[in-house]
């Protein structure tokens, strides 16, 4: 009997330990394949790297051997300057870096390709490029140099050693693992190189981009936790200010606030952020559910936005913009300027669509942006202003508008919002020169509820 069964079983376990075995070899042959084109990927992009970095090299001494009144030659070097360095920060991003410190390299590819995109997209003939700018691009022809040759002394050791960018990637992801690789070393050596060229002049511009906002921007005398609990208290109506807990946030953020809290019980939660100076409330948040389906109509969250507005003490506003998702509302509004809406002030209030009740608010711009401004009076009229447009553009409306274009100066503009090639559009117009500083899409509250009706159809 057993001799039978014997015979009956042996050929079934040897198929299957034969399926296993060829299982393994395919699961190990693919694995295998993997690898090898993870590794291939990584090491085309390494060199790409390399090359791009010694192409910008080359292409910033081109811009600067240019004669300074050859203004068409100079553009078409720096937007080469900006796409060869679009593309090594593409390849940076195809390496396995996330776990090395390589960000200040990033970075300063980064306000590399922002400063000759927003140098070269400027009419060099009524402002050509200044001394401070021509020193910028020797220093950044420098720079590029050391990179290059650094980068180049990574590459000959990586082709001589036969080096493999996937141990790279294991002593990355290993807390164990030793960090003496080659690789890593010798991006860690670039990286901290690049320290020296942090006092690069980039100019107003680039430098508004990466620029933090500090308690040193804004007016008034420093507050206390004291101050902030009762102000907190106040706002809400609590009779008792030590409901309200108060702490100071972290060194070394974008904002210095005082963050306070209050938990109202049941899960629901009211956190406020006030600056450290002047102690003006920048961020407001109810955490609470908004359930059941609208009841209140926009108009109605448009003046319960309004009047918690008002009692906070901010002056009339201009609705800019409602954004309607699930059962809430974002409302913004910014302030007017002798008939003009200043978008760098805008602030957004968020209103629950359930019963109305205010729920958030985000007043960062309003507070950080505040300054003194002179009404600017357009040089050109309106008509004159939509002759800029293009013929298709069907206007809907239009107003005044102050906002900061890519050079990051504040000007008058025209805004003409209305529609062409089937979508919505605003167009800014310069009051003064008629160039046309800004175009964006954007969706109207009507088009928001419609998009929101056929998600909720399917």
Not at 162 to 173: C, G, K, P, S, T
Not at 253 to 273: C, F, H, L, N, P
């Amino acid at each position: 009997m057993y001799t039978r069964l014997s015979a009956v079983l042996f050929p079934v376990f040897a198929v299957l330990l034969a399926g296993t075995a060829f299982w393994g070899y395919r699961e190990h042959q693919e694995k295998n394949s993997l690898l090898i084109k993870a590794e291939n990927q990584y090491q085309r992009a390494f060199h790409d790297l390399s090359d791009h970095i010694e192409e910008l090299h080359e292409q910033l001494g081109n811009t600067l051997a240019v004669s300074p009144s050859s203004h068409d030659v100079q553009r078409k070097g720096l937007i080469n300057i900006w796409r060869i360095t679009s593309e090594a920060q593409s390849d940076i991003s195809q390496l396995p870096l996330t776990l090395l410190p390589f960000n200040r390299t990033e970075e300063f590819l980064s306000k590399i390709a922002n400063f000759s995109y927003k140098t070269a997209i400027r009419d060099l003939s009524k402002q050509p490029l200044s001394e401070q700018e021509l020193a910028t691009l020797k220093k950044l022809y420098e720079s590029a140099e050391t990179i290059a040759k650094d980068l180049r002394t990574v590459q000959e050791k990586v082709l001589a050693d036969n080096l493999r960018w996937m141990d790279v990637e294991l002593a990355l992801a290993s807390e164990d693992a030793p960090r003496d690789n080659v690789i890593i070393d010798g991006f860690k050596m670039v990286d901290g190189k690049i320290a020296q060229y942090e006092q690069i002049d980039w100019g107003r511009p680039v430098a508004a981009m990466y620029r933090k906002r500090t308690v040193d921007l804004l007016p008034g005398k420093p507050v206390t936790a004291d101050d902030v609990r009762r102000r907190a208290a106040k706002m809400l109506g609590l009779p008792d200010p030590s409901a309200v807990q108060v702490t100071e946030n972290a060194q070394g953020t974008e904002y210095a606030v005082y963050s306070a809290v209050v938990d109202k019980g049941s899960g629901v939660r009211i956190q406020m952020d006030f600056t450290k100076r002047g102690g003006e409330l920048i961020w407001y948040m109810n955490s609470r559910e908004i359930r059941g389906s609208r009841s209140v109509g926009l108009d109605e969250a448009d003046r319960a936005a309004r009047a918690f507005l008002k009692e906070r003490g901010y002056p009339e506003m201009r609705a800019i913009a409602a954004d309607p998702y699930d059962n809430a509302v974002n409302l913004t509004y910014a302030p007017v300027l002798d008939g003009a809406v200043v978008y760098p002030r805008k602030l957004t209030v968020k209103v629950a669509l359930d019963n109305g009740e205010v729920v958030g608010l985000q007043a960062a711009d309003y507070v950080y942006e505040r300054r003194e401004r002179k009404p600017v009076k357009p040089a050109i009229g309106e008509a004159e202003a939509r002759k800029h447009l293009h013929p298709d553009f069907e206007v809907e409306r239009s107003q005044l508008a102050y906002i900061r274009n890519e050079q990051d100066d504040e000007v008058l503009c025209y805004e003409f919002a209305g529609r062409i090639n089937g979508g919505r559009y605003r167009i800014y117009i310069n009051a003064s020169t008629g160039i046309e500083e800004k175009i964006e899409r954007y969706r109207t509250a009507d088009d928001a509820q419609t998009a929101g009706e056929r998600t909720q159809a399917r």
